[in-house]
């Protein structure tokens, strides 16, 4: 006698499904719940007098946000964010291109050398960048003995908080490169050049293109945690180069301006997320292309 095979339940009573409930409830709690107060506290306002927050729903905080002051700010976020994943880039693809052409146990300790910063502590790595770039330190005196400057400033200005992004998300740019290189076959390459192309068209028409995704994943990996940065600005800037991370910090920790720094935080998650589903468009309608 055949029996017939029980379909597997369907809906949020199967198995598999209920796996999912700890990492659901973990992303709402953690991530979407915050996400909420966010957005409600940015509508809310403050009394000067006893720092209560009053649930008004006024849209002044944002109002504020577009000030010359902190429009500048954001600017300059920005304008840091943008250099630093430009910097990343242009650092991280030669390295992430020859640690892809070796094989064996030297791509292994390659590998392990670019994360090798990722197991000491960010704020550690961030103060010992003071030291190397002090007026002092030893990047300057290695300057002057060559000859090329002669009173090198590097510390506390935006030029210091550029390169501590750069050191601190370069293996976040040089991974994503490396797997995307990876993967690419030399008898492409070899094919190419063997039709008569040049080496320079030979990068930019067989390299690049197959390692646009790469190049995609580590543009945001770095480019959004670097708009909002916080500890780099703080450290390497001091209180000469704020950034939009320093400033919402502020009205959170200093001012106590809760629907203020609020209000802050949801301009910036709004613009950042804006920006990453035009970039998404944009890949997705090349790949369709």
């Known amino acids: 006698m055949s029996t017939v095979p029980r379909r597997p339940r369907r809906g949020w009573r199967s198995p598999r499904q209920l796996l999912l409930l700890p990492t659901a409830g973990w992303a709402l709690a953690l991530f979407l719940g915050p996400l ?10 403050i009394d000067l007098l006893t720092f ?110 550029a390169i501590g992004m750069v050191y601190t998300y370069l293996p976040l ?11 690419l076959d030399p008898a492409v390459m070899h094919a190419a050049a063997d039709l008569g192309a040049p080496p320079r068209r030979v990068f930019r028409r067989v390299v690049l293109p197959l390692a646009a995704p790469g190049i995609a994943a580590g543009c945001v990996l770095v480019g959004v945690p670097a708009t909002g940065e916080y500890v780099v600005p ?10 939009y991370g320093n400033v919402v910090a502020n ?4 001012l106590g301006n809760y629907p203020f720094g609020a ?6 998650t709004t613009l950042v997320t ?16």
């Not at 966010?38 to 509508?43: A, D, E, G, P, Q």
């Not at 703080?234 to 950034?243: F, P, R, S, W, Y």
């Not at 209000?263 to 910036?268: D, N, S, Y």
Request: aromatic content about 12%.
């Open 36 to 45: 909420v107060l966010l957005v409600v506290y940015s509508f809310g306002s």
């Open 52 to 161: 209560q927050v009053q649930f008004g729903w006024t849209l002044s905080n944002y109002g504020d946000v577009f000030s010359d002051l902190y429009l500048e700010t954001i600017g300059r976020s920005l304008l840091l964010s943008v250099g630093s994943t430009l910097g990343c880039l242009v650092i991280g693809f030669p390295l992430a291109y020859a640690i892809s052409r070796q094989r064996g146990k030297w791509q292994v300790l390659l590998l392990i050398g670019v994360m090798v910063p990722f197991w000491t502590s960010f704020v550690v790595r961030t103060y010992g960048l003071v030291n190397l770039l002090d007026d002092n330190g030893p990047l300057a005196d290695l300057l002057q003995w060559l000859g090329l400057v002669d009173n090198l400033r590097l510390l506390y200005t935006p030029w210091s908080i």
């Open 173 to 183: 740019m040089v991974l994503p490169l490396f797997v995307a290189l990876e993967r």
């Open 234 to 243: 703080a450290i390497l800037g001091g209180d000469k180069t704020l950034m």
């Open 251 to 254: 009205q959170f920790t200093g």
């Open 263 to 268: 209000a802050l935080a949801v301009t910036l």
């Open 274 to 289: 804006f920006v990453l589903l035009i970039s998404r468009r944009r890949a997705a309608a090349e790949a369709w292309a």
